[in-house]
């Protein structure tokens, strides 16, 4: 059964950094794109684009209010993805998700309906 694990989220102070983890089994990724979405409280129910990054060719992608500070990167041999996380402000604070899909174009890549796997969610606290 193919399945997402985030790890790595915590409470941090504004300013600090994090790395988040998002480790894939029971699939090949090797023709997917992994993402990081993000929920705030209150946010409703839709979640935010954050990161993105294709699996082939390591092309990536970044929502606007994290370009700058945040890194997406992965390790094919361990089919992990990883999202570290730096200049980190209380507006951060939200529930981090990563994905897997095979978003056919660019405006996929940035939306939910892009990506078919989803992991459970870690909580990512920044005080300010």
């Known amino acids: 059964q193919a399945r997402l694990r985030e790890s790595g989220g915590g409470l941090v102070q504004a300013g600090g950094s994090l790395t988040l983890s998002c480790a894939g089994s029971g699939r090949t990724f090797s023709s997917s794109t992994m993402g990081w979405f993000r929920q705030a409280p209150g946010q409703g129910r839709g979640r935010e684009f954050v990161a993105a990054i294709r699996w082939s060719d390591s092309m990536t992608y970044y929502a606007d209010s994290v370009k700058g500070r945040f890194t997406i990167s992965r390790d094919r041999a361990e089919n992990t993805a990883y999202l570290r996380m730096g200049s980190l402000k209380p507006e951060d604070t939200a529930v981090y998700y990563c994905?897997?899909?095979?978003?056919?174009?660019?405006?996929?890549?940035?939306?939910?309906?892009?990506?078919?796997?989803w992991g459970q969610g870690t909580q990512v606290t920044v005080s300010s």
């Open positions: 994905a897997a899909g095979i978003p056919p174009n660019t405006f996929l890549v940035k939306v939910e309906n892009g990506y078919d796997l």
